[in-house]
């Protein structure tokens, strides 16, 4: 009898701990907890189909020279007459979709103190410290599966929800513009570029983005205001192909003017964006 009470003991003892490490608890070890097993569980396989399936996507892509190149493959998905990348992107978006759902922390913590750090902690609307890493990236995999407004309404939850990371949120309203580019909603992302100072960012990652986001603006654009080009003072909206090389305001990034992916035509230059919500994915 005596290793049978031993079992039931230590099955108390584990029951015990996984209810204080569940997500209906909020305390600093709940937290730890969650953080552990959404990184090295459901996001680490993931984020490793993740990279494999973009490394295809980008490795087999085969450009149509006889068209204005693309930025990015995925940018084809708009385009059915375009060639279509491979990869598919849809495991990754349910593990992202599971950690959250699983591994969400929203109940509030106990208060401690009156002091401002306090209350500035009991606003947040999430309390797992890892898993804005899961929302950015299903809003990437959404991105490179094609499903640009679906992620333009992932990141802008991003951005509204995680307002105590201010690089993550910068990372989402850039990615967030980039999907408006994808679907030539350019005032949309023209909104959202201005308002970002690019000497502000603080990372080199997110520079790059921003690189990125505008020299794709400069050539699907062909708005002058955006660029400043090498030639001459300011190129005609309509001529931007006879103008040699490019770069765009503020960034380091050239573009030749003929045969480069920087030079994407509108589809739909003036097409209004519908309001942008929270996403589906998860429970509220």
């Given at each position: 009898?005596?290793?049978?009470?031993?079992?039931?003991?230590?099955?108390?003892?584990?029951?015990?701990?996984?209810?204080?490490?569940?997500?209906?608890?909020?305390?600093?070890?709940?937290?730890?907890?969650?953080?552990?097993?959404?990184?090295?569980?459901?996001?680490?396989?993931?984020?490793?189909?993740?990279?494999?399936?973009?490394?295809?996507?980008e490795g087999k892509y085969e450009d149509d020279y006889s068209r204005t190149l693309l930025m990015h493959p995925a940018e084809a998905r708009a385009d059915q007459q375009l060639p279509q990348p491979s990869g598919d992107f849809k495991r990754t978006i349910e593990k992202m979709q599971k950690a959250i759902q699983l591994h969400s922390i929203t109940?509030?913590?106990?208060?401690?103190?009156?002091?401002?750090?306090?209350?500035?902690?009991?606003?947040?609307?999430?309390?797992?410290?890892?898993?804005?890493?899961?929302?950015?990236?299903?809003?990437?995999?959404?991105?490179?599966?094609?499903?640009?407004?679906?992620?333009?309404?992932?990141?802008?939850?991003?951005?509204?929800?995680?307002?105590?990371?201010?690089?993550?949120?910068?990372?989402?309203?850039?990615?967030?513009?980039?999907?408006?580019?994808?679907?030539?909603?350019?005032?949309?992302?023209?909104?959202?570029?201005?308002?970002?100072?690019p000497d502000k960012l603080p990372k080199e990652s997110l520079r790059e983005q921003y690189d990125f986001d505008m020299a794709s603006m400069c050539g699907a654009a062909r708005?002058?205001?955006?660029?400043?080009?090498?030639?001459?003072?300011?190129?005609?909206?309509?001529?931007?192909?006879?103008?040699?090389?490019?770069?765009?305001?503020?960034?380091?990034?050239?573009?030749?003017?003929?045969?480069?992916?920087?030079?994407?035509?509108?589809?739909?230059?003036?097409?209004?964006?519908?309001?942008?919500?929270?996403?589906?994915?998860?429970?509220?």
């Open positions: 009898m005596r290793p049978n009470i031993l079992q039931v003991l230590l099955l108390a003892v584990l029951a015990s701990l996984l209810w204080a490490c569940s997500t209906n608890k909020n305390t600093a070890a709940s937290r730890r907890w969650q953080e552990f097993t959404t990184r090295y569980n459901v996001y680490y396989n993931g984020s490793e189909h993740y990279r494999e399936t973009l490394k295809e996507l109940k509030k913590p106990k208060r401690r103190s009156g002091d401002a750090k306090d209350k500035a902690f009991r606003a947040r609307e999430e309390f797992n410290p890892f898993l804005h890493n899961a929302w950015l990236m299903m809003g990437r995999s959404q991105y490179f599966n094609g499903d640009f407004l679906g992620a333009a309404s992932t990141f802008f939850y991003i951005s509204k929800h995680f307002s105590w990371l201010p690089d993550v949120v910068e990372e989402a309203k850039l990615w967030q513009a980039r999907a408006y580019l994808a679907l030539d909603w350019l005032y949309e992302a023209e909104n959202i570029l201005t308002h970002i100072k708005m002058p205001r955006f660029c400043r080009c090498s030639r001459v003072p300011r190129p005609k909206p309509m001529a931007l192909s006879e103008t040699g090389s490019i770069s765009c305001s503020g960034s380091s990034t050239h573009a030749s003017a003929t045969g480069s992916r920087h030079m994407r035509p509108s589809r739909r230059p003036g097409r209004e964006a519908p309001p942008i919500i929270a996403p589906n994915s998860t429970p509220a």
